[in-house]
Nanobody, 118 residues
Framework: QVQLVESGGGLVQAGKSLRLSCTAS????????MGWYRQAPGKQRELVAT???????NYADSVKGRSTSSRDNAKNTVFLQMPSRKPEQTAVYYC????????????WGQGTQVTVSS
């Protein structure tokens, strides 16, 4: 069982940088991959970025070049930093973890609301 707690959301003015954190209850070095997803009102949840235990990072095309995901192994925390450019970025941002060998289980955080104001 892995518990994930996101933080860093809230009301953000367009043009300001946004930094989200996700802290896991288990060592992230033993988690196959962690990911950031977001779900805007009325839309499906979409992938933003993934970061593997080996440190590989992949970004969705919609945020590539504008967002940075990183991690602090000692704190079992991953981060997502992105510029808040548009109110359309308003969404609930979720942290996700995939853990296991053979049978891989998926865990989700409760999500953190990000509201970008113009």
């Amino acid at each position: 069982q892995v518990q994930l707690v996101e933080s860093g959301g809230g009301l953000v003015q367009a043009g300001k940088s946004l930094r989200l954190s996700c802290t896991a209850s288990a060592s992230i070095l033993r988690i196959n991959a962690m990911g950031w997803y977001r779900q805007a009102p009325g839309k499906q949840r979409e992938l933003v970025a993934t970061i593997t235990s080996g440190g590989s990072i992949n970004y969705a095309d919609s945020v590539k070049g504008r967002s940075t995901s990183s991690r602090d192994n000692a704190k079992n925390t991953v981060f997502l930093q992105m510029p808040s450019r548009k109110p359309e970025q308003t969404a609930v941002y979720y942290c996700n973890a995939k853990k296991g060998v053979g049978v891989v289980l998926t865990y989700w955080g409760q999500g953190t609301q990000v509201t970008v104001s113009s």
